[in-house]
Structures are given as C-alpha cells and as structure tokens.
C-alpha cells in the first residue's frame, strides 16, 4: 500500500493561538475535516484515517483551514474539546520539564520525587512553593548569580508541581497572561 501525498496540517487553538499539535493531513482526510467539521488525520503509523477524540473524546471542532502559499501545509484553527496531547497536555508542545512530571507521575515509582510530592497533597506542595520563593529572593538580593539561578529553578519546578497537583498545566498560565495584556 502506497502512502497518499500528506501535507501538514498545524493545529491551533482558536481561542487562545496556542500551536496545539502537528497532524498529516491525504486529501481524503482534509475532505472530512471540511465536511464533518472535525479534526480527522491520516496515521503513517497505522496507514489509515483516523478522527481526533474518537478514543479519547477530546475532539477537535473546526472553525477555519488556512492552507500555506504552496498549499502543502495548513493551519487549522479549532475548538478543543480537552487536551490535544495523548498524555493529558493541553499542547503537544509543552516545557520539557511540564512532560517530565507527567512522565514520572504516570509511571508511578514512590521512588520518584514527583510522585511522592503530587502524593503529599496540595497544602504540602504550596508550603513548599512559598520556602523556594523565599530562597529565590535571597539568592536575587545576596548570593551568586549561578545559585540565584539554581533557586528559581527549585521554584520553577515546585511551581509547576503545584499546577499539576491542582489539575491546570502551563497552557493555563500563559492563556492568563495573554488575557491580561488585551485592552
């Protein structure tokens, strides 16, 4: 079986113009996309179409494809219905560190300093929040800038623990910094 000519097909979040994942759109899929309104992919792994959400629910509603100068790439603007990443991110394009604490956290080991955190409970996780931040304006106002960078590390970290912990992940952060800046 020969593959079909694929273009890509850019996946962005109407709402917020967050880049949500990257598709391979035949012209057999493109032509469902357009006409049942939802997101619907050509799989090169599994050689066939297949519809975003139709294991995971989180469908992808249509609201404009723009295709590129050489009509070889699009960019399809969507209503998301969940999140667009397999592993639970609202993007495929997360912060290394964001897929790193969900990779951990999915695997489970008490081992694992994530996992033990995201047991702790959100009041241990924040008190823990609140120690980094205090060890971040220490090292800005008296110690070296490489230590100053260690400590907004710590808190970059425990902050994002925090997130997880309370069911948001980054996408949250930046979809309110991008609401505060409008008029």
Not at 23 to 31: I, P, S
């Amino acid at each position: 079986m020969s593959t079909p000519a694929l273009r890509a097909a850019i996946i962005q979040d109407d709402q917020t113009s967050q880049v949500l994942m990257l598709g391979w759109m035949d012209d057999e899929a493109l032509a469902l996309t357009r006409s049942t309104g939802l997101v619907t992919f050509w799989s090169r792994s599994r050689q066939q179409l297949w519809q975003k959400g139709e294991t995971s629910g989180n469908l992808m509603h249509v609201v404009e494809i723009s295709p590129d100068c050489d009509d070889d790439a699009l960019v399809v603007r969507v209503h998301p219905e969940g999140p667009a990443c397999h592993d639970g991110s609202t993007s495929c394009f997360t912060p290394w560190l964001w897929r790193k604490i969900l990779q951990r956290e999915a695997a489970g080991s008490r081992d694992s300093y994530v996992v033990r955190q995201l047991s702790s409970g959100i009041g241990a996780i924040a008190q823990k929040v609140g120690e980094e931040a205090t060890e971040v304006v220490v090292a800005a106002l008296s110690e070296t800038d490489e230590r100053f960078v260690s400590e907004v590390a710590d808190l970059w970290f425990h902050t994002l623990l925090l997130l997880r912990a309370k069911g948001s992940d980054p996408a949250s952060l930046d979809q309110e910094l991008r609401r505060r800046e409008r008029p």
